[in-house]
């Protein structure tokens, strides 16, 4: 694919995510995350954070990005990516990632990606350059 093939506006296949209990347990080992929300129920009720878990928001940045690199191939094309978090996401959620292409310049394609609650919820927005060229 090259960035001729690829017109401003075009939109990548979404995923579709639930996040659980197990999932954010087991990042948080592996990434030696000792916070508590991410774990222990009773922790996140004590700081008065509600019932449920919060998601990493590593996480939560990692939807989108997977939708970009499955439409590209290969994550190590992803020359940047940036976000701006706008709310959490808590155990049991389905989240909709997103990405849509606004920008070509040879074959360096800029894309708006987004990470939303499946009743529409705005939670992660940012961008993404990835590089098309083939080596």
């Not at 990493?56 to 939807?63: F, P």
């Not at 997977?66 to 049991?92: H, K, P, Q, T």
């Amino acid at each position: 694919m090259r960035g001729a093939d690829v017109p401003v506006g075009t939109v990548l296949p979404e995923q579709r995510v639930v996040a659980d209990a197990g999932s954010m347990k087991v990042f948080s080992l592996i990434m030696a995350d000792s916070n508590p929300i991410h774990f222990d129920r009773h922790a996140t009720e004590q700081l008065g954070l509600g019932s449920r878990l919060i998601n990493q928001g590593t996480l939560n940045m990692a939807y989108p990005m997977n939708v970009v690199a499955a439409w590209i191939g290969d994550i190590r094309r992803i020359r940047s990516f940036r976000c701006r978090f706008l709310g959490s996401v808590y155990e049991d959620d389905e989240v909709v990632a997103r990405a849509t292409v606004t920008q070509v310049e040879g074959d360096e394609v800029t894309l708006a990606v987004s990470l939303d609650l499946a009743d529409g919820t705005r939670l992660l927005v940012g961008s993404a350059v990835v590089d098309l060229e083939t080596t």
